[in-house]
C-alpha cells in the first residue's frame, strides 16, 4: 500500500488535475446544463467507470502498446472524435420543444452514464496519462507495485466523482434557470455542439 504522504500527495494532485479545465469536465458542464444535474452526475459516473477501464489497461500493459503503436492511437482517437461529432449533430438539430426543461428521468439517465464511459474509454490520452501519472507515485520498496496502482486509482476515481459532481450540481442550477427561455434552449444547444465539434477536434488532431 502507498503511504500516507503519498496518498496524500496524490489526492491533492489529483483534485487539482479534476479541476482543471478539460474534455471530461467540459462534458460534464454542457449536459448538466442542458439536461439537468441528474443527467451531469450520470455522466460524471461514466466518465469514472471509464478510469476503471484505464486502470485495468496500464495494470495489463494494454496503455503501453497505445503509447508506442501509432495505430492503435489513431483507431481509438477516431471513434472517440466520430463519437463527439455525433453528439453535436444531435446538439444542432434539437428543438426547443423536445429538450427538456425539467431534470432528466431515471430511465434516460442511463444513457448519459452510456456517455460517460464511451466519451472516457474512447480517448486513448487517458491511458497514457494514467501510465504516466500512476507511477510516478508507485514505490517499489513499498509492496507489491499492481496493488499501489490500483489503491492510487481509486483514490483518482473518488475525486473525479465528487469534484465532477460538484460541477454538475453548479452547471445544472444554472441551466435550469435558462431552460425556461426557447430562445436559450436553442443558444445552449448550439453552444454544447459547437463545444463537441472542438472536443472532436482537439481529439482527432492530438498525438501521443
Known sequence: MPTVDTMLAFTLASVVLAFAPGPDNI????????RGPKAGV??????ATGL?????????????LIAVSELAFTILKIIGAAYLVYLAIGAFRAKPDTIEAKDAQVRGLVQYYRRGIIMNVTNPKVSIFFLAFLPQFVDASAG??????????LIFFIVTIIVFSS????????GSVLMGSPRAQVLMNRIAGTIFLGLAAKLALSER
Open 167 to 174: 460541477v454538475a450540481l453548479l452547471a445544472g442550477k444554472i
Open 27 to 34: 462534458f460534464v458542464l454542457t449536459q448538466s446544463a442542458i
Open 144 to 153: 507489491d507495485t499492481t496493488l499501489q496502482m490500483l489503491s492510487l486509482a
Open 52 to 64: 476503471i477501464v484505464h486502470t485495468a489497461a496500464v495494470v495489463l500493459g494494454l496503455a503501453a
Open 42 to 47: 450520470a455522466v460524471t459516473f461514466g466518465l
